[in-house]
């Protein structure tokens, strides 16, 4: 497991250190660098993607290869730096470590050479072959979805192999593991369970998955539960279901000593879908699966501490950290106590309804008093 992960000369953090649990929550304002961290951990990924090579070059604007669009080098250096390098040091439950340096050429804007320290340890399996990414910007309903040439299992960085990732998991594997099945549910099948997790969080939601293996194309019906009509055209289905579902099947495929990464879970759900993906979330991160979530969410917070009181979650494996810039950048952990409380609740935290209804209030007394 990751455990911390140093960052030196990067955007917004001139030299940070952030902490990293088997569920680690990133909460905060809008360009805080909540963001930029999930963004080091992809160029993380980069390097060790090609770390076999004689010189490792780092397109920063390959969002299909690396999942990034940075623009230029000098927009990604950390403006008070003194030095042309960009560093992260990876430290893990095991206290292994290990330093990577990404050099900054002038003379090529858009891309980074990068080496590693001297180590007796490599963290390539953990940030290459199993770093699952779900970007914030998901596929919406689509007719069809493509099929990957590689046959892996993975959902895509958007959603668009989600199909094809349910048909190959229902084709390999009987069932899934126990620690991750739907409480008391009785199939144990892979599509089965997915179908149970997507009702968790969206009440009464049947699936049906179709392979058009001629043409390369797979079909995602839904429907509601006991209607008597046939899966609906996926364009039907709007887009909560269609933002949720790659993060059920992503979970759910991911093999303990993986790296998942989620932003904005919430997106498109209702409040009630929005803390239930919290609880299932946290309860995946309970099986050898790291989950790395950003979001602006207070009802999946509220998910996660749900979480640690119905038994889906050890709340002592949880790090909520809360980013926070006035005039210099602050990462305040939050931890959860044994009532589900938070351990402070600092300014700018999730406090806006609080606000909100207190100026409401102020302006209806004024009326009254006017």
Excluded at 73 to 84: K, N
Excluded at 272 to 286: E, P, T, V, Y
Aim: proline residues 3%; contains cysteine; charged residues 25%.
């Amino acid at each position: 497991m990751i455990k911390k992960i140093q960052i030196q000369n990067f955007k917004c953090f001139l030299n940070t250190s952030i902490e990293f649990n088997e569920l680690t929550v990133l909460a905060g304002a809008n360009g805080v660098g909540k963001s930029t961290i999930i963004q080091a951990m992809l160029l993380l990924r980069q390097f060790y993607k090609n770390e076999d090579s004689k010189n490792v070059i780092i397109s920063i604007n390959n969002k299909i290869d690396s999942f990034l669009e940075l623009g230029s080098t000098q927009e990604i250096l950390a403006t008070e730096s003194d030095s042309l390098d960009i560093q992260f040091k990876v430290e893990d439950s095991l206290n292994h470590s290990e330093t990577i340096v990404f050099k900054i050429d002038k003379e090529n804007p858009l891309s980074l050479s990068a080496e590693k320290m001297s180590t007796d340890y490599s963290f390539k399996n953990s940030f290459n072959k199993y770093l699952h990414y779900l970007n914030a910007e998901r596929l919406g309903p689509r007719n069809t979805q493509q099929m990957s040439v590689q046959k892996d299992l993975n959902v895509g960085f958007q959603g668009e192999f989600t199909g094809q990732a349910i048909s190959l998991a229902s084709k390999n594997t009987e069932s899934i593991y126990e620690y991750k099945q739907f409480p008391k549910s009785e199939a144990k099948t892979f599509e089965k369970q997915v179908e149970y997790w997507m009702q968790f969080i969206i009440p009464d939601i049947e699936i049906n998955v179709s392979t058009y293996e001629d043409i390369n194309q797979v079909r995602i019906g839904i429907r509601k539960k006991g209607a008597d009509t046939a899966f609906l055209h996926p364009n039907n289905i709007g887009f909560g279901i269609s933002y949720s579902l790659p993060i059920i099947v992503s979970a759910l495929i991911a093999e303990p000593g993986c790296i998942l990464i989620i932003e904005n879970p919430e997106a498109h759900l209702h409040p009630l879908g929005q803390s239930r993906i919290g609880q299932f979330i946290a309860k995946m991160s309970n099986s050898g699966v790291q989950i790395i979530i950003e979001t602006h969410s207070e009802h999946v917070i509220n998910g996660v501490r749900l979480a640690t009181k119905n038994g889906f979650k050890d709340k002592s494996k949880v790090t909520l950290n809360f980013l926070k810039s006035d005039k210099k950048l602050e990462i305040i952990p939050l931890d959860i106590n044994e009532n589900a409380e938070l351990s402070e609740w600092p300014v700018g935290f999730f406090d806006q309804e609080e606000s909100d209804l207190s100026t409401i209030f102020k302006l209806n007394r004024a009326g009254y008093e006017g």
